[in-house]
Structures are given as structure tokens and as C-alpha cells.
């Protein structure tokens, strides 16, 4: 298909995004401020056997002392916007109390991308939780969401001159699996039960800060970021490899989002009314990385009696992190379409250190996002994941996600081929077929 630029009409061998579209990269605080040392998964990383290879975050990007740096360099990339976090841990170290000095620190780097014409979107919530938070039970805390509303307000009252696009939490359901299913983020473990809370909790957290954003700031935008994977039957003519993979596509992907739409959370073997949250998204963010092949395994009653592996010979990214299947991005669009919402694509990207699969990794997630805007999807931007390698959680180190790599070492930044490709999409507002 050819596309229509802002040239006088004259047709560009390319695929043209709408004007106003958001070019740009994510990130969040722990992965690149260094030293969030009054965090859960600070305190995760210093036990033995959490991290691949011993890894810490340490400094990470240091941007905590010198973000502006990156910022300058996604200036110069041609990116017009930045989604981030703010650290609840920072800004509210103990309860109640307030830290101004942190504060005037997330608003010097607010104000210096609006002023590199870097429009931010700004994560509450992006998989940490103040120690004082985590000991009285995290996601488990039965007045977590409260306390996380209060915490949403002040934000926007202290930044809301500077953004206006919020994101409550980040991937909240593969968060919460993460902590209480699989173990490979605090606490750790938990059970199906206390999975079920957590959920629970995450539904009413997000409702409260929707609304203390609003109260704070009525013209603010308020979404989440939901990690999107596609699950398809390993054997589509299995009923039960079907079953499980609708099951966990259920639960994975829609249950959440379905909570914020209706006031209802249906899956897990419950059913809870949560009316304020009925309503409460103004857009949806949309994170993709991958899919699964499901087959059904009796054995596997932590990932809902699936077992889950790539399609045999597709393309990988490194580190076992999964299938490269841009087909997918446009699967999970259509479906997000169905809510009615505008659309983020909040996080999309793979790890791959010596950038032989990016350039094209970019171009064809790309192509199948504009083929969903073709289809009627009110997709208002893309922010690859990331502009820099980031402390990668469990995987510390070892998986490299940036346009830009760097050595966590000795913090020198090396631009990757793909980050001038991104560059030219980003100053064009189109991609080259
Ligand atoms: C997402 C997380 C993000 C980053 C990427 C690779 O699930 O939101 O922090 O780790 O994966």
C-alpha cells in the first residue's frame, strides 16, 4: 500500500501516521535512575539467587543525576515524546511524608523535555513499591489502594503543570503472576489465593487514582499499561489446548481490562463487583512483546494448566525471551480497538544485543500497527522499548533492550544502527516499505 504524506499530497513509498502521532521511547525509574535503594526490588536484587547472574541495578542509567544527557540524545533522534515513572519510593519515602527535594527533581526533568519539545507520559505505578509499602503487604495491603490514590494526587497536584498523560499502573496482572504465581519478582510467591487479592486490589488501586487524578487535574488523560501477549492453541485441533490457551488469553490479557470497562472482575474463579471502577480508562496503553503456543499440561497448575513455548522455528530474540511475531500487535490492537478508547502503544521492543533483528523488528511492528489504524484503531503513539539498555529485572544485565546500548560499568552510551532507522521514522512520521 502506498501512503499519503504531509507533502502537498504527492504520494511516499512509505506508510504515513497521522499528524500529532507520539514518536518516542520507555523507560521506568528503577530500570534508569540507580541507586532506588528504598525499594522492594532493591532489597530483591541484594538477596542471593533473585537476579541472573548476581545483577543489581546499582546506578543503572544514572539518570537520577543526569537523565538530560539521554534526554539530548532522544532530541537529537527526533523523538517528540518520553513515557516514564515517577518513584513512589522518592517522592513519599515514609508515610505521609513528602520529599520536596525529589519532587523539584522529577519537575526539572518534566520541564526539560517539554523544553526539547518532548511531550511525557508519566507511570505511577511501574513494579515497585515503597518499603513501606511492600512490609505492610504490597498488593496485599487492604489499604494499598487508598494509599496509592493519596499518592496519585499529590503527584498530579506537584506535576500537573508539566503532563497530562498518566498511566496509573504498569502491567499490573503480569506484575502480580510475576510475585505470587511464578516467583521471579517479589515477594516471591503466594499461591492462586492470594494472586486472586492482589487482583482485587489492583482493580480498586487503579479506580482510586483515576479519579484523584481527575479531581486533580479534569483534563488529564488516565490509562493503564497493559501487558498484552497472544496465546494460540500448540495443537488447534486440541480442545483442551484451546481451552487453556482461552484460559490464560482470559486472565493474561482481558480480565483487567474488562474490570475498568464494566466494574466487574470476572476470572479467577470470582466474580467482584468494584463499581468505581467502571469506566476508568481514558485510553489504553498497550505493551507487546510476543506470543505463545499453549498446550495443555496437567502438571503446569501455576500457568493455568498450560504449558507455554515458542512456535518451533520462528525467529527468537535473545535470551529465550520469546517469538518475534508482529502479526500479533495488530491481533491485540483489533481486540483493544473493541473498547472504544484511544490507544498507546506504550511499550513494544525486543532484547538484542548486537541489533541484527531491530531494523527489522521495528519496520514490521510498525507496519502491523498502521494496518490497525487502516482498520479504524485510534492509535495515538508508539514508545519503543527502550531508548537504553535498562536494568532488565529478573534478567538483570543479560538482555539488552536499548536503540542505544550501554555499559552499566562504565556508562558509555553506544547508538545501535536501529536508533538512526527509529530516527527517520520519528522525523518522517513514516515508514519506509
Ligand atoms: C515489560 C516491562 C518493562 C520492561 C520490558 C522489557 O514487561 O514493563 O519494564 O522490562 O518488559
Same mark, same amino acid.
Request: charged share 25%.
Given at each position: 500500500m502506498q501512503g499519503f504524506g504531509a507533502s502537498g499530497g504527492r504520494p511516499s513509498a512509505g506508510l504515513t501516521f497521522p499528524p500529532g502521532f507520539l514518536w518516542g521511547t520507555a523507560t521506568s525509574a528503577h530500570q534508569v535512575e540507580g541507586?532506588?535503594?528504598?525499594n522492594d526490588w532493591w532489597a530483591w536484587e541484594h538477596q542471593?539467587?533473585? $537476579?541472573a547472574q548476581g545483577?543489581? =541495578?546499582?546506578?543503572?542509567?544514572?539518570w537520577w543525576r543526569a537523565a538530560e544527557a539521554d534526554f539530548d540524545r532522544m532530541a537529537a533522534l527526533h523523538q517528540n515524546a518520553h513515557r516514564l515513572s515517577v518513584e513512589w519510593s522518592r517522592l513519599?519515602?515514609?508515610?505521609?511524608r513528602w520529599d520536596e527535594r525529589a519532587l523539584r527533581r522529577y519537575r526539572e526533568m518534566l520541564a526539560g523535555l517539554r523544553r526539547r519539545a518532548i511531550t511525557p507520559m508519566i507511570t505511577l505505578h511501574h513494579f515497585t513499591f515503597p518499603l513501606w509499602v511492600a512490609r505492610r503487604g504490597?498488593?496485599?495491603?487492604?489499604a494499598f489502594p487508598g494509599a496509592f490514590g493519596r499518592f496519585a494526587r499529590r503527584t498530579v497536584e506537584a506535576l500537573g503543570d508539566l503532563a497530562d498523560l498518566w498511566c496509573t499502573l504498569n502491567e499490573p496482572v503480569a506484575a502480580i503472576i510475576s510475585g505470587?504465581? $511464578?516467583?521471579?519478582?517479589?515477594?516471591g510467591g503466594g499461591g492462586l489465593l492470594r494472586t486472586r487479592v492482589a487482583v482485587v486490589n489492583a482493580v480498586r488501586a487503579h479506580a482510586a487514582a483515576y479519579h484523584a487524578i481527575h479531581a486533580a487535574q479534569p483534563a488529564a488523560q488516565v490509562g493503564i499499561a497493559a501487558y498484552l501477549r497472544v496465546f494460540d492453541p500448540?495443537?488447534?485441533?486440541s480442545r483442551l489446548d484451546r481451552l487453556v490457551a482461552g484460559a490464560q488469553d482470559r486472565v493474561v490479557n482481558w480480565m483487567f481490562l474488562d474490570a475498568l470497562r464494566d466494574g466487574v472482575l470476572r476470572g479467577l474463579w470470582q466474580t467482584v463487583r $468494584?463499581?468505581? =471502577?467502571?469506566?476508568?480508562? @481514558?485510553f489504553i496503553g498497550v505493551n507487546y512483546y510476543t506470543r505463545d503456543l499453549v498446550r495443555f499440561d496437567p502438571r503446569a497448575v501455576r500457568t493455568l494448566f498450560g504449558r507455554n513455548t515458542p512456535t518451533p522455528g520462528a525467529p527468537l530474540s535473545d535470551g529465550g525471551y520469546g517469538e518475534i511475531y508482529p502479526v500479533g500487535l495488530f491481533r491485540v490492537l483489533e481486540q483493544v480497538r473493541a473498547y472504544g478508547r484511544p490507544i498507546y502503544i506504550t511499550e513494544n521492543g525486543l532484547p538484542d544485543a548486537?541489533? @541484527?533483528?531491530r531494523p527489522a523488528f521495528l519496520v514490521s511492528h510498525l507496519r502491523e500497527a498502521w494496518r490497525a489504524l487502516q482498520e479504524g484503531a485510534d492509535i495515538r503513539g508508539y514508545f519503543h522499548w527502550s531508548l537504553i539498555d535498562n536494568f532488565?529485572?529478573?534478567d538483570g544485565w543479560t538482555l539488552r533492550f536499548g536503540l542505544i546500548g550501554m555499559d552499566?560499568?562504565?556508562?558509555v552510551r553506544t547508538p545501535r544502527p536501529s536508533s538512526a532507522l527509529y530516527a527517520e521514522i520519528c522525523r518522517t512520521g513514516s515508514v519506509m516499505i
Open positions: 541507586d532506588n535503594t528504598n542471593a539467587g533473585r $537476579i545483577h543489581r =541495578s546499582g546506578r543503572a542509567g544514572d513519599e519515602p515514609q508515610p505521609g504490597g498488593w496485599l495491603w487492604n505470587y504465581l $511464578i516467583g521471579r519478582f517479589p515477594p500448540a495443537r488447534p485441533a $468494584i463499581p468505581e =471502577s467502571a469506566g476508568s480508562l @481514558d548486537d541489533d @541484527d533483528l532488565e529485572w529478573a552499566p560499568a562504565t556508562q
